[in-house]
């Protein structure tokens, strides 16, 4: 009898052993096999931050994530509202998905406040992370956040707009107060300006609603506009447009995609670019790499970028040397 609750006993170990090594086995398969999920959260609709969100869904590609094959993507667009933006990065948080990706810097705020400080959040096309509080350092992020970031080639703007220019006395310089990357850029090319002595004056707007106005105030006091990187000014881009054409003002922008719109021209980074840089990053940190010292990425080479239907609006011949350098590297807009 003894000798029978032995072997019982010994049967029951092995079965239990059995049952734990084989569920091991079968979350470890699950865990391999598991198709990780990416939050994608883009602050508002417009050209820029659209080819940011298709280069970084491209990005992904070059690693080997294919949407609906081996990744799933939850895209999520707030169209401008802080509160979107909370609920939706909440949403991401709640779900646990694998990595999060910022597309503007309010997108980029709201994640890193959401999330566990475990979840990577990537960057796509952030002016000024370190400012926007977002990491400890460019080379040494220190947590679990990393990214591109597409600080505007300024000097060269400002050289592009005094040769296109050269008789331009005041820049107007118009960015949206709320907007920490179009603060920043405004302020930094206001800088340069003054540093070359040229005459400026700064305009803001609080929201795109305001931009009618503020357009037809500075038209009437500046030779030129400057428009910074700035997704309030990106948004209403069309609006400016229209109000400087009337008053035969070039309009010009910091992005290739507000050339588009119908800014005059522009030394420009691609947007696509650094979405897609910023889409191979998060490869990387799906695959292991860590964010704490993964350096945030800069896209500095720019091109020139030209609208010629609007040269031919305002009246004005475009350097032959810069449609040159647009026609062989660039873009022209015709």
Known sequence: ????????????????????????NDNASSS????????????????????????FV?????????????????F??????????????????N???????????????????????????????????VGGGLVDSDKHPGGNITGTSGESPLKEQLDLLRKILPNAKTVGIIYTSSDHGGQYNAKKFAKICKQQGINYKLYTISST??????AEQAVSQVDAIYAPQDNGIASAMKTLVNVANQAKIPVIPSADTMVKDGGLASYAISQYDLGKVAGEMAGQVLRGRKTANFPVAYITKGKYVINQKEAKILGIQLPQSIVEQAEKEGEVFK
Not at 32 to 54: C, E, S, W
């Open 1 to 24: 009898m003894k000798r029978m609750y032995t072997l019982i006993a010994a049967l029951a170990a092995f079965l239990i052993f059995a049952f734990f090594a084989t569920s091991k």
């Open 32 to 55: 391999k096999n598991k198709i990780p999920t990416v939050g994608i959260l883009q602050l508002v609709t417009h050209p820029a931050l659209d080819q940011i969100h298709r280069g």
């Open 58 to 74: 491209a990005g992904l590609k070059e690693y080997g994530y294919t949407p609906g094959k081996n990744i799933k993507i939850d």
């Open 76 to 93: 999520q667009n707030a169209q401008g509202d802080q509160s979107n933006l909370k609920t939706m990065s909440t949403k991401f948080a």
């Open 95 to 129: 779900e646990t998905v694998d990595l999060m990706a910022g597309i503007a810097t309010p997108a980029a705020q709201a994640l890193a406040n959401a999330a566990n400080k475990k979840t990577p959040v990537i960057l796509a096309g952030i002016t000024d992370p």
């Open 209 to 214: 609603n305001d931009m009618q106005q503020v």
